[in-house]
């Protein structure tokens, strides 16, 4: 054990460049712990080196610095994909790609570097594992709703290769999941103690905790298969336009001509509803009467076509305004019910403090979509309640479902419509659809997954894809409707608060404790 507290001391008292490069190389490494490489062992290396960077911080500006520069590699690793959405337009955006790049990280490593003077001030290294778990996750939970909120890649997704690790979510949510993950994976800093019970009990206590999420998992899954919806076949369709060629007005009846044609597969199965992805059709249905007769063909005899589309204000209407829809249409053309997004893209649906810098946002058009007025819950014959959700809407937890109120249906299932199209094979789509798996887990309810390039995808409600469909694959799936579950599903009425709440009691215990003193190294 020598040799790990020399390892410790000696990573602790770097300075300079080198100091800079270990901080940004951890960070970097424990990204690759994210989907979709789930290399989640590299995290027993990065947290406890970030802890032993933080022992040696004679400050928290040096402390501050360490951290912010452990999450620019984090946010980096996790979110590089960015640049493929200006490469979709490379003529227009692609001068873009650095700044996107480098300054989203660079802005999100902030909520890390507040975490790592948290950590600096604690002043032993097993109140620097738990501050460190409290930190992140509070500061997670920051990151989802400030500033218009990015909770993308919460630690607790390194598990979803798992289907028995990921179930402890049903109860505790993805942050509380990254809670844990984060203090388990901190322990092997505890290695670096000079008493030999400290050295092997705490990082024993993180082995045991990784276990207790598999031993849950393992008691709450079923053994057999899950109930269906009786009478509902759904069928979703992927028709795989590349987002360089979706708006082009040449190949726009083309576009319309393979999601009928999709639609229109024969099936040994009796489907009732169609699913289109977001923006699937290249008119407006609201004002386009001809264009809704056209894809209301294809809608099954009793059933409705589910379709994202954009809407607008109707013609002549002042102010012009538009959306991001999702319209229920009827076999007569009918649109039976609407939702609009609400939580729009900055950059990508508007452009913030657009009118200033004279920019555009990055879609199609000069106008900014206007927002919708939230979650809602829709009651449409034939199928349980449901709760629609457009493109990264469904990332955020706790705000998928209309709030309870006395009388209001909870819904019986999600339904998420998103065009990941502009992502291209890189890991935004893998990590996107594992934000759907952990909703439909938190929630208790399966997730039907509409993807123009994938992954489409039906999710039951214990997060297990039951189909789907590949990236940069055209195809349709055709799958009954899974029941919704209730068993062991807490976080729909208690929300994210047990787990903040035990964070925060962390932190001012540590305060109360006067463990947090200035200048301390640990």
């Given at each position: ?5 020399q ?22 490494l ?10 989640v ?19 928290w ?7 912010w520069w452990f999450?620019?590699?984090?946010f980096?690793?996790?979110l ?37 003077v ?6 032993t ?6 501050i ?5 996750t ?9 500033f218009?909120g ?22 505790i ?5 990254g809670?844990?993950?984060?203090i388990?994976a ?12 400290a ?24 053994a ?14 992927q ?9 082009r ?11 009928l ?5 024969t099936?040994?199965r ?6 289109w992805?977001?923006?699937a059709?290249?008119f ?14 294809a ?8 379709t994202?589309?954009?809407r ?9 305004r ?5 319209h229920?249409i ?15 893209v ?12 004279g ?16 979650p809602?819950?829709l ?8 709760s ?7 990332i ?5 479902t ?34 759907a798996r ?19 995808a ?22 009954p ?24 009691l ?7 404790r ?7 190294v640990f």
């Amino acid at each position: 054990m020598s040799g790990i507290t020399q390892w410790a001391h000696r990573i602790g008292a770097l300075a300079g460049w080198h100091r800079t490069c270990v901080a940004l190389g951890l960070g970097a490494l424990s990204a690759a712990a994210l989907p979709p490489l789930y290399a989640v062992p590299v995290l027993l290396i990065a947290f406890p080196g970030l802890v032993w960077l933080l022992e040696g911080a004679p400050g928290w500006r040096r402390a501050f610095r360490d951290g912010w520069w452990f999450g620019f590699g984090h946010f980096i690793g996790g979110l590089y994909w960015i640049a493929n959405s200006l490469l979709v337009d490379a003529a227009q955006w692609a001068w873009l790609i650095p700044f996107a790049v480098l300054c989203i990280p660079a802005v999100l490593a902030f909520y890390t570097a507040a975490v790592a003077v948290l950590v600096q001030r604690a002043a032993t290294t097993t109140g620097g594992i738990l501050i460190l778990g409290a930190g992140w996750t509070l500061a997670e939970w920051l990151r989802g709703q400030l500033f218009t909120g990015f909770p993308w890649n919460p630690i607790g997704s390194v598990w979803a290769f798992s289907d028995l690790a990921i179930q402890p979510a049903a109860a505790i949510g993805v942050f509380g999941l990254g809670f844990i993950t984060v203090i388990a994976a901190a322990t092997p800093a505890a290695f670096r103690l000079d008493t030999a019970r400290a050295r092997w009990a705490i990082p024993l206590c993180g082995a045991a905790m990784i276990g207790g999420l598999f031993a849950y998992g393992a008691a709450r899954l079923p053994a057999g298969d899950i109930a269906t919806v009786p009478d509902v076949v759904l069928r979703i369709v992927q028709p795989n336009i590349p987002q360089h060629l979706k708006w082009r007005r040449d190949y726009r009846d083309r576009h319309v001509q393979t999601l009928l044609r999709l639609s229109r597969q024969t099936s040994n199965r009796r489907v009732t509803h169609l699913i289109w992805p977001e923006t699937a059709v290249p008119f407006v249905p609201s004002v386009d009467e001809a264009g809704r007769s056209l894809i209301a063909a294809a809608v099954p005899e009793g059933g409705l076509l589910f379709t994202g589309a954009i809407r607008t204000t109707p013609r002549g209407v002042l102010p012009f305004r538009i959306w991001n829809s999702l319209h229920a249409i009827d076999r007569s053309g009918r649109i039976v019910a609407t939702y609009d997004k609400f939580h729009l893209v900055p950059f990508g649906e508007y452009m913030p403090l657009g009118n200033w810098l004279g920019l555009n946002k990055l879609t199609a058009g000069r106008t900014d979509f206007s927002a919708g007025p939230g979650p809602v819950t829709l009651t449409l014959p034939g199928l349980p309640a449901l709760s629609p959700l457009v493109c990264y809407e469904i990332i955020f937890p706790g705000n998928v479902t209309a709030a309870q109120e006395p009388g209001v249906r909870r819904p019986g299932w999600l339904l998420n419509v998103t065009n990941d199209g502009w992502f291209g094979t890189s890991s935004g789509p893998f990590q996107h659809l594992v934000a759907a798996r952990f909703r439909a887990v938190e929630q208790g309810l399966p997730v039907i997954r509409a993807a123009n390039t994938g992954i489409s995808a039906v999710i039951d409600p214990y997060g297990r894809s039951a189909a789907q469909i590949g990236l940069g694959r055209q195809g349709v799936i055709d799958a009954p409707l899974p029941r919704a579950v209730t068993d062991g599903v807490l976080y729909p009425f208690s929300g994210n608060w047990p787990i903040l709440g035990i964070c925060s009691l962390l932190i001012l215990w540590a305060f109360r404790r006067k463990k947090f003193c200035k200048n301390t190294v640990f």
